[in-house]
């Protein structure tokens, strides 16, 4: 017998740890659940570097997890909601950690990814699974917990919040000068090839200036990885043209500086997805991971898409012959993302901006 899903849930358990873009993409199911039970208390188990970026989300209480406290820090989290018990826990992180975690939570029912979708056997850890949704999109998927529960407004809302302390800190970095922000390393997590070459970076910078008068601000975290592209772009580039914020910025100072920049180029990382959440137009580089399944959700037009290319290159395969979000492992595959690919993108982006902007700036007709 399946285990019945609350018709009123009263106390909503969402438990998704990581990563920065995948947290971006679950705020609009967070909002979809507020808007059908606008009185449900919903709590969101959620990592240290994530909770720094959504601290403030309205309606939602946090419940952090620093996964370098292990095992000490989920007795720690059991023991801080041991009187607690959610009508229903939301298990939207497929790793064998979240699963344990999850075991010294109380909820009545526990849903889960359906097995198709789910990794680390989740699903022996959950009493209701998702229906099927072959090749979903990441935000798609997340958006299915939603739907799995009754919810039937699944707009898209975000609303994250964004302090005036964190725009000062941006404001800081560029005064008042108009800018596209470039963030050019992923995670440098092992065989995690995303990157784009530090030459191509520099082409696109050296456009940006000459043709729309915009200065580029580089921006990522502090490892010697991300400094070390940093001064290579720079290298490459006219002083003038470059701003280095690398490692020089809070996550929400990120997040205003993604909010205030005309455009946002990144491979398939945080920014992109942060840049989605925020409505700045986004210019995904993709080449190892498949934009159809993880590109910015609302720019998905605008993608550099060489994932196709490099399946075929590196893999031997075609795409209906692999996994649905298979990565490609392989370190050159990047370099099949051609200049031009991502001028285009650009000078795409930027032209519908600027009608935008027209069309917002004419008069109402009587």
């Given at each position: 017998m399946k285990h019945p899903l609350p018709a009123q849930p009263c106390h909503i358990a969402v438990l998704r740890l990581s990563a920065l873009g995948d947290v971006c993409n679950l705020v609009p199911t967070v909002r979809a659940l507020q808007r059908q039970w606008p009185d449900a208390r919903i709590t969101w188990i959620i990592g240290k570097a994530e909770h720094s970026l959504l601290a403030g989300l309205s309606g939602v209480e946090f419940v952090v997890y620093d996964k370098a406290s292990g095992l000490a820090g989920m007795r720690r989290l059991w023991r801080e909601l041991g009187d607690t018990r959610f009508d229903v826990l939301l298990h939207m992180q497929q790793a064998l950690r979240a699963s344990v975690l999850s075991l010294g939570f109380k909820a009545d029912v526990r849903v889960g990814y359906d097995k198709a979708r789910a990794k680390d056997a989740q699903h022996w850890f959950t009493h209701r699974q998702l229906a099927p949704h072959p090749r979903a999109h990441v935000l798609e998927s997340f958006l299915d917990f939603a739907r799995l529960l009754g919810v039937k407004d699944l707009s898209l809302t975000w609303d994250l919040p964004?302090?005036?302390?964190?725009?000062?800190?941006?404001a800081a970095l560029t005064g008042a000068a108009a800018y596209l922000l470039m963030s050019p390393c992923a995670n440098p997590r092992l065989r995690n090839f995303r990157n784009w070459s530090a030459e191509g970076y520099?082409?696109?910078?050296?456009?940006?200036?000459?043709?729309?008068?915009?200065?580029?601000?580089?921006?990522?975290?502090?490892?010697?990885?991300?400094r070390e592209m940093g001064?290579?772009?720079a290298v490459l580039s006219r002083p003038e043209a470059v701003i280095d914020a690398i490692g020089a910025t809070s996550l929400k100072g990120l997040l205003a500086l993604i909010g205030r920049a005309r455009v946002v180029i990144a491979p398939d990382s945080g920014p992109v997805h942060m840049a989605n959440a925020m409505g700045?137009?986004?210019?995904?580089?993709?080449?190892t991971t498949n934009p159809d399944r993880a590109a910015p959700y609302l720019w998905r037009d605008f993608v550099v898409n060489r994932y196709p290319d490099a399946v075929r290159t590196y893999m031997h395969r075609e795409?209906?012959?692999?996994?649905?979000?298979?990565?490609?492992?392989?370190p050159d595959a990047m370099s099949l993302?051609?200049?031009?690919?991502?001028v285009q993108q650009l000078d795409a982006l930027l032209m519908r901006s600027d009608d935008d902007r027209k069309e917002e700036e004419r008069p109402d007709e009587a």
């Amino acid at each position: 017998m399946k285990h019945p899903l609350p018709a009123q849930p009263c106390h909503i358990a969402v438990l998704r740890l990581s990563a920065l873009g995948d947290v971006c993409n679950l705020v609009p199911t967070v909002r979809a659940l507020q808007r059908q039970w606008p009185d449900a208390r919903i709590t969101w188990i959620i990592g240290k570097a994530e909770h720094s970026l959504l601290a403030g989300l309205s309606g939602v209480e946090f419940v952090v997890y620093d996964k370098a406290s292990g095992l000490a820090g989920m007795r720690r989290l059991w023991r801080e909601l041991g009187d607690t018990r959610f009508d229903v826990l939301l298990h939207m992180q497929q790793a064998l950690r979240a699963s344990v975690l999850s075991l010294g939570f109380k909820a009545d029912v526990r849903v889960g990814y359906d097995k198709a979708r789910a990794k680390d056997a989740q699903h022996w850890f959950t009493h209701r699974q998702l229906a099927p949704h072959p090749r979903a999109h990441v935000l798609e998927s997340f958006l299915d917990f939603a739907r799995l529960l009754g919810v039937k407004d699944l707009s898209l809302t975000w609303d994250l919040p964004v302090p005036d302390a964190a725009f000062e800190e941006a404001a800081a970095l560029t005064g008042a000068a108009a800018y596209l922000l470039m963030s050019p390393c992923a995670n440098p997590r092992l065989r995690n090839f995303r990157n784009w070459s530090a030459e191509g970076y520099a082409a696109v910078i050296e456009h940006a200036w000459a043709q729309y008068g915009l200065k580029t601000v580089l921006t990522g975290g502090g490892s010697t990885q991300e400094r070390e592209m940093g001064e290579r772009i720079a290298v490459l580039s006219r002083p003038e043209a470059v701003i280095d914020a690398i490692g020089a910025t809070s996550l929400k100072g990120l997040l205003a500086l993604i909010g205030r920049a005309r455009v946002v180029i990144a491979p398939d990382s945080g920014p992109v997805h942060m840049a989605n959440a925020m409505g700045t137009p986004v210019v995904g580089l993709f080449a190892t991971t498949n934009p159809d399944r993880a590109a910015p959700y609302l720019w998905r037009d605008f993608v550099v898409n060489r994932y196709p290319d490099a399946v075929r290159t590196y893999m031997h395969r075609e795409l209906d012959g692999i996994t649905w979000g298979q990565r490609v492992r392989h370190p050159d595959a990047m370099s099949l993302i051609r200049i031009d690919d991502v001028v285009q993108q650009l000078d795409a982006l930027l032209m519908r901006s600027d009608d935008d902007r027209k069309e917002e700036e004419r008069p109402d007709e009587a």
